[in-house]
């Protein structure tokens, strides 16, 4: 029997509310542009704290602070062999860069509120964004400390 070599893709997510509305970014995506929240792919080398706060700065030029893990999504992208281990974490902006240029395919760095969010769910790159924000506002807060980083 030959076993497959199968990982799955691990990301990291900002949840940032900020007066009732969340940051945003509008991507170019390969069905069109889509909502997501500042996301992106864990780099080889680099925690899972790095890699959100790193993201945060590329996609929406904030300087993102995390205080907090809001929670562990795995989801299995529909018709497709890929499955994404999201690690999200709240936190704040503690900075803004206007002259820093966004990562490529990222159109823009918006504040959108919850009803917003459920209005434009169908652009939504994942059903993850409302269900982040949504434990976002119920309170989901999990002490940085649950997270280790250990160096090589």
Known sequence: MTMRAWKPNVTV???????????????????GLCFNQ???HLD???SLLQAVT???????????KPE????????????SDITYLRFTFGGSVAGFDPERRLDSGIVRALWLTLDELRETRERHRSPLIL????????????????VRHYDA
Do not use: M, N, S
């Open 13 to 31: 997510a900002a949840v940032v509310e900020r007066d009732g509305r969340f940051l945003v970014v509008e991507e170019e995506t390969e069905t």
């Open 38 to 40: 500042p996301a992106g």
């Open 68 to 79: 907090f893990l809001v929670g562990i999504y795995q989801w299995p992208k529909p018709g």
């Open 44 to 46: 080889q080398g680099e």
């Open 54 to 64: 790193r993201e945060a700065l590329e996609e929406t030029a904030h300087h993102f």
């Open 131 to 146: 269900q982040c924000c949504e434990d976002y506002l119920a309170g989901r807060r999990y002490p940085l400390e649950l």
